[in-house]
């Protein structure tokens, strides 16, 4: 595919040997789901799937944009002049919207650029193809205009604050921190309050981490994410009438299970108490991982899938189908729904020698149950966002047709 990408550079914008070739991975959550805007904690990793960009500065202030998935839109042409999210640019208002907060932090452009991009995220899994695609772009501007005043952790803050403001979904910081500081075969477990992290290796000698894709993607997903967060905002507010608290993470369960009538609402209750259960299922999640307690990572994982299916009502009947399917197969350790929710994908650890009953089992029963197949993939948990090497013979002259 690298060559396609080079070769559709070639087609569309010429000359390529002063581009420069990037990646950005997509990444899978383990556990702490929507914990990252309650100032709580995740531990998700970089996946080896991603989004690939050749880019090209210009010397005018147009900027040229084509996607490879996306072929319909053809090269969408726009200028630093006109930084505005249009209907019509489909996806290529996520690296427009980078460019756009990296001028909310005073660093403009002085040109344009022209870039193609290829990724192979399956599209609506939730395995966070938008911020993959932020970070590619973040990258990218770095490197092309030689800015050196971001470190990565202020990139996935830019390419947060784009998705916010410029895109509209008011996510946390879990996506585009995870492919910016991605670390192959490691998961991040971030505090999202302080966004102080460590790398904690994922040795599963006799397991595997598998994404199941339910390949269904509910419709009104930014709406319902953003009503879960004013709905958490709202518990925290009646929550700090009785508590000196900054969110819903500075609370344990107990804590949270004395005052929680303060509340009044029993919906927002619920949310509150997914955040709050979530975020120390997380931190009690690490700590058995690091004693080698994989088992009860796994049950903590089921018990994450549970809260978010009946307090905080993310799941939907597709997921719960595969979770339940999973559970069922004797060798599975853990199964949860992963991102956002309302569709997607789960993301499970099962033993090796059940790997492939777990994907036959599953495989037809979801078949049956759905009508229409789940995709799987094992998950290889790779780097972060980085620029790759162009010296290969595909990227120079020499490699056109
Ligand atoms: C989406 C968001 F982008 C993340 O910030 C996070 O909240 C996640 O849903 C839920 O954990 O991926």
Redesign the pocket.
Known sequence: MKEQLAAKFRELFGNIEDAGFYFSPGRV?LI??????NGGH?FPCALTLGTYGIARKRTDRTMHLYSMNLDSFGVVETSLDDLTNRQDYGWANYPLGVVWAFAQRKCTLDTGFDMVIWGNIPDGS?L?SS?SLEVLTGIVLLDLFDIHKFSMTDLALIC?YS?NNFNG?N?????QFTVAMGKKNNAIFLDTATLQYEYAPIELEDAKIIITNSKVKHSLVDSK?NERRQECAKALAALQQELDINSLGNLNMDTFDKFKEVIKDPVLIKRAKHAVSENQRTIEAVKALKAGDIARFGALMNQSHISLRDDYEVSCEEIDILTDLAWAVSGVIGSRIT???FGGCTVSIVKNHSVDTFIETIGKAYRKKVGHDADFYTVDIGDGARKLDTSQPFFHSEGRD
């Not at 702490?32 to 805007?37: I, N």
């Open positions: 959550n702490g789901e929507h914990t990252d805007y995740v939730g966070s911020a947060q998705e979904c996510c946390g910081i879990m996506d994410y991102g956002g929710g």
